[in-house]
């Protein structure tokens, strides 16, 4: 591991610590696994430009993590098999995971579930 990747591992953690929500992942019926993610939920259109005319409205809720964090879940999800993180009280069904630049911060995309988390 390079000097790079220590200080970006250590960076991510410190801003999850500070600004991050419990998560939880049902990894199976009987095991769960709590975390920390960078938690998006848009409620509210984005202005795009100086025209009011112009909104992007963003829908989906997404939950960011770390290579360390949660290990396994990308590649259940990948094999299409149904995944579920408690955020805030309430359940999502991970829709799919895409990692960002780096290869080690991971992006899960949420849809709400009907139920209430566990």
Same mark, same amino acid.
């Given at each position: ?21 419990? !998560? ?11 975390? +920390? $993610?960078?938690? %998006?939920? @848009? ?19 997404? !939950? ?11 590649? +259940? $999800?990948?094999? %299409?098999? @149904? ?32 139920? +209430?988390?566990?």
């Amino acid at each position: 591991m390079t000097d790079f990747d220590n200080f970006a591992g250590q960076v991510f953690s410190t801003v999850t610590e500070l600004m991050g929500e419990n !998560a939880v992942w049902q990894k199976s019926k009987l095991n769960q696994v709590e975390g +920390k $993610v960078l938690f %998006k939920n @848009p409620t509210e259109p984005v202005q795009i430009g100086d025209l009011e005319k112009h909104e992007w409205r963003p829908t989906q809720a997404t !939950a960011e993590y770390y290579e360390d964090n949660f290990l396994g879940l990308k590649r +259940k $999800v990948d094999a %299409k098999i @149904p995944q579920y993180m408690s955020v805030r009280g309430k359940k999502y069904l991970i829709t799919d995971i895409t990692s960002k630049f780096d290869g080690k911060t991971y992006v899960a995309h949420l849809e709400p579930c009907k139920e +209430k988390a566990q």
